[in-house]
């Protein structure tokens, strides 16, 4: 990994480990600064200079699961349908967010008296949607696009709370709720493209 790489995971894990013991809006971004300095030899000034905020953190943390992510060699056969596809992706972020759990069950109380960190992590965990539908097979460009990616979001979000509650070591509980939110997203998609192909060709058959 390069120093870069390096210094977010170090800065993530030092953030997390904070956030379990006091929370999230507990510890100052100069005591995190500190902390990580401690394990670095960077000073706590250019510590805070590359996290300037704590929705940076979670932001970054977002990338590295991406990256994660796309590293596995993911085969998929012609017999997989794009719902399989997409549904293997999104658990296998959440494999790759396992060791951080306890961790993101007490952020993400914590968030609920935070909503500036919510909302300024929300582009970048749209972009990671968008690069599980890319990596899935689906494109996200045009008005369908936009609206699976969006729509993904809501899916992520909804499991996202169904995983972190499911103690279950087989994860029954967290692939159900997917496997259902999957199915509600494509009606829903569904209907929404059904008019918009009308739009696109008025003679298509009803």
């Given at each position: 990994m390069t120093v870069v790489e390096d210094l977010d995971k170090i800065i993530i894990e030092t953030a997390f480990n904070l956030a379990l013991e006091n929370g999230w809006r507990a510890f100052s971004l100069s005591q995190l600064a500190h902390e990580v300095a401690e394990k670095t030899s960077m000073s706590p000034m250019l510590?805070?200079?590359?996290?300037?905020?704590?929705?940076?953190?979670?932001s970054t943390f977002e990338r590295h699961i991406d990256s994660l992510v796309l590293a596995e060699e993911i085969q998929f056969t012609e017999q997989d349908t794009a719902r399989d596809r997409i549904f293997e992706m999104l658990m296998l972020r959440l494999e790759a967010?396992?060791?951080?759990?306890?961790?993101?069950?007490?952020?993400?109380?914590?968030?609920?008296?935070d909503?500036?960190?919510?909302?300024?992590?929300?582009?970048?965990?749209?972009?990671?949607?968008?690069?599980?539908?890319?990596?899935?097979?689906?494109?996200?460009?045009?008005?369908?696009?936009?609206?699976?990616?969006h729509g993904l979001l809501i899916i992520w979000l909804s499991t996202f709370r169904t995983w972190l509650a499911d103690n279950n070591p087989d994860q029954s509980l967290t692939m159900a709720t997917l496997d259902k939110n999957?199915?509600?997203?494509?009606?829903?998609?569904?209907?929404?493209?059904?008019?918009?192909?009308?739009?696109?060709?008025?003679?298509?058959?009803?």
């Open positions: 510590v805070r200079a590359h996290c300037p905020a704590k929705a940076a953190i979670l967010m396992q060791e951080y759990k306890p961790a993101l069950a007490r952020i993400s109380r914590d968030l609920a008296l909503p500036f960190s919510v909302l300024t992590n929300g582009p970048t965990l749209l972009l990671s949607m968008s690069k599980m539908l890319n990596a899935s097979g689906h494109s996200t460009t045009g008005l369908v696009g936009v609206a699976e990616t999957l199915r509600r997203g494509k009606r829903f998609l569904n209907r929404f493209k059904a008019p918009l192909s009308f739009k696109l060709n008025p003679m298509a058959k009803t």
